[in-house]
């Protein structure tokens, strides 16, 4: 009997994962005894941690895009037509044009979204950084900023925690680089009671904050946007003043998520070692829309996927697998324009952050070209 | 406390980044009014950090307790 794999969503998790298995059940698929079907919803794939540097100008957006298909071993059949329905008790997936995909195995990699929508005011009064027309937009909007505040907030839940603080270092950066420097107030403001969800990154950003200038206000949740009176205001019950706000939205997983009964907010509920989805042995989860307290960055999609193919490659070849996830989490973080910092963690691990060095900076960098050998499931 | 009904938990043991905090700040804001949160941590800053957060918003803090090698926090959203 055939055993049908499906994947849906063909992001960082799904295409590792994809790829991975054909690799590891290369024979199967040239036999016919496997087939892996991905279903996604546009036919390019995009670089995501690319934006911060498109907000600055270092990085052209036509570099962070190639087509999905090229990206896949070509034994992997790719349908470009998304999701409506996940029905899990009748083992199949049904897309947009209608079609019926029939599924031994599942794979939900379907990623999170930005939620601006969420927060009063934000499309009028916020730029951000988190798809590809907002990155372009902010970059534009720096090159005409003569001057003034600009109000770095971040929203809950949302991907890569590190983010927020990298756009911060590198725009000290890139206004140091353009003489405004001295014309500007740069003011972060963050959800939890300290500069970043990691202690020792909190602790370690402290002196360098003071040091470069910045000020900063904790337990800052934003609620809503005065776009006219450039005002934001908080759960908390403060308001802040800005001249450019670059506000990081809360994020969802995907609707066909919610809409298909699956976990609330788009969140699948998934088991912290073995990522199966509660209640259904067949199907597992990667990535962003898992509903594990950990970090939703590429790193955690990848290290997710390496389990979930083992799983599935010995769970077709032996019956049974014994992989499971340890909550690995690996972060490169900017902290200028020519330095940077790492860090790596899991369930048990504590994170330690190295000192920042110019060669982790061009690691970084070497990363950002280097990812689409990640994505193929070389790396 | 045991008998108070529970709507929802939230299982934060093990979660460096984005951490306890962060995740009641989601739960809480996703969470309709009149919902009882329980969140569970290992990190003893917790103890100090939600209940001081919960009141700031003006949410309720119903009670917390130590388990064995955890914390149990539990609030209700009340607006
Ligand atoms: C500005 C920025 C900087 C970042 N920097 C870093 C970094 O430095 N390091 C790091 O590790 N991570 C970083 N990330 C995070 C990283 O990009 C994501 O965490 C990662 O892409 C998650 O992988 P995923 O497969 O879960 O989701 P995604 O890669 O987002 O893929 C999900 C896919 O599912 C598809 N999909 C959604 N709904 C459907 C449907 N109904 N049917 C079919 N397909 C569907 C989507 O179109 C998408 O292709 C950054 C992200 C941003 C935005």
């Known amino acids: 009997m055939t055993k049908r794999i499906v994947i849906v969503g063909g992001g960082t998790g799904g295409t590792v994962t994809a790829n991975l298995l054909a690799r590891n059940l290369y024979r199967q698929l040239i036999d016919g005894k496997v087939v892996i079907n991905m279903i996604t919803d546009k036919p390019d794939h995009v670089y995501q941690p690319g934006f911060l540097y498109i907000a600055f100008d270092k990085i052209r957006p036509d570099e962070i895009v190639r087509k999905q298909r090229e990206l896949l071993d070509p034994h992997i059949n790719l349908f470009v037509d998304p999701a409506v329905r996940i029905d899990r008790d009748n083992n199949v997936v049904i897309t947009k044009s209608g079609k019926e995909h029939h599924y031994d195995y599942l794979v939900i990699a379907t990623g ?5 929508e969420e927060i009063p005011g934000f499309r009028e009064g916020a730029h951000h950084f988190y798809e590809m027309e907002a990155a372009k937009k902010l970059r534009d909007a720096l090159r005409k900023f003569e001057g003034g505040r600009i109000v770095v907030t971040v929203g809950v839940p949302h991907k890569c925690p590190v983010a927020p603080l990298e756009f911060t270092f590198m725009l000290h950066d890139y206004l140091k680089e353009r003489d405004i420097l001295d014309k500007t107030e740069i003011y972060y403001t963050y959800p939890i009671n300290r500069l970043h969800a990691l202690e020792p990154v909190a602790n370690w950003a402290v002196p360098r904050f003071e040091q470069k200038g910045i000020k900063y206000e904790t337990l800052f ?14 759960m908390e019950g403060t308001e802040l003043s800005y001249d450019l706000l670059v506000a990081i939205p809360p994020h969802k997983g995907a609707p066909v998520i919610q809409e298909s009964g699956m976990g609330s907010d788009g969140w699948v509920t998934t088991d912290r070692k073995l990522l199966r989805n509660a209640g259904y042995d067949n199907v597992y989860v990667v990535g962003d829309t898992t509903d594990l307290p950990i970090s939703k960055a590429g790193s955690t999609a990848h290290f997710q996927s390496d389990v979930v193919a083992e799983r ?4 077709i070849l032996e019956g049974e697998s014994s992989s499971e996830y340890d909550g690995k989490v690996v972060c490169f973080v900017e902290t200028g324009f020519d330095e940077a910092t790492y860090v790596w963690f899991n369930y ?10 110019r060669m982790l900076h061009w690691m970084k960098l070497g990363y950002n070209r280097l990812y689409w050998l990640s994505a193929k499931g070389v790396l | 406390m045991s008998e108070l009904k529970i709507d ?14 962060m995740e009641l700040i989601k739960g809480v804001k996703s969470a309709g009014v009149g919902t009882v949160i329980e969140l569970l941590s290992c990190e003893k800053g ?26 149990r926090i539990v609030m209700k959203k009340i607006k």
């Open chain 1, 312 to 315: 599935l490659t010995s769970e």
């Open chain 1, 112 to 116: 999170s979204k930005v939620v601006p």
């Open chain 1, 348 to 357: 048990k691990t504590p994170p330690k952050p190295t000192p920042p060095s």
């Open chain 2, 46 to 71: 917790t103890t100090v950090d939600a209940p001081a957060w919960i009141k700031k918003v003006g949410q309720e803090f119903i009670d917390m307790e130590e388990k064995e090698g955890y914390w």
């Open chain 2, 8 to 21: 929802r938990t939230i299982d934060a043991r093990g979660s460096a980044c984005p951490g306890p905090l």
């Open chain 1, 221 to 234: 949740n934003m609620e809503e946007i005065d776009a006219r009176n450039k005002v934001v205001r908080t």
